[in-house]
């Protein structure tokens, strides 16, 4: 348990920082080509049209950036994949890494939290806010843990924007499939 803890804790601490590099203008290079599929082909997804992609980053499988926003903070969908052990509970896995996520982040507060199914694996998905310099940023996150994998897919935009980013995080989040 110890280990996976810790698993959890470094997982959560590499989606935080590719979050923040993303929304700080990190370059990506290649534009989204519309579906997106692992390189592992474990997952995919439809990403938005014109972002761009940056592919394997440490346990970061995919990040994607608005290159077109004009926002301080830039909106970003970053997909983690971690190995878990079989028997990972992923509630368990969820909370950890919910603790740790908390414990870096200025002013985070739990939005909501909600169960949904990705490919017919169980899922959580957690919505949650918090402060970065002068800005308000709003996450939602998916956890779903499925063949000794967890997968964590983040949709992150600043709070003000985030009316306009919401359909396009819902449309990333319901094209999410697991191979």
């Excluded at 290079?29 to 990403?47: E, M, N, Q, V, W």
């Excluded at 909106?75 to 890494?97: F, G, K, T």
Aim: net charge neutral; hydrophobic share 40%.
């Amino acid at each position: 348990m110890h280990s996976s803890r810790l698993a959890a804790s470094r997982l959560a601490i590499t989606c935080t920082l590719a979050c923040v590099l993303a929304a700080a203008g990190l370059s990506c290079g290649k534009k989204a080509p519309g579906t997106f599929t692992s390189r592992d082909g474990s997952f995919s997804t439809r990403l938005p049209a014109g972002w761009e992609v940056k592919e394997n980053q440490e346990n970061v499988a995919v990040i994607a950036t608005d290159p077109s926003s004009q926002s301080i903070f830039r909106p970003n969908v970053i997909v983690a994949l971690e190995s878990v052990p079989d028997s990972e509970d992923l509630q368990a896995y969820m909370r950890m890494n919910m603790d740790s996520i908390r414990s870096v982040l200025t002013g985070f507060t739990m939005i909501g939290e909600s169960a949904l199914r990705i490919s017919d694996s169980p899922a959580v998905r957690a919505e949650y806010s918090y402060t970065l310099g002068p800005v308000r940023v709003r996450v939602i996150s998916v956890y779903v843990i499925r063949n000794g994998k967890a997968f964590v897919l983040n949709c992150s935009g600043m709070d003000d924007d985030y009316g306009a980013l919401r359909p396009v995080f819902e449309g990333v989040i319901s094209a999410f499939v697991l191979n």
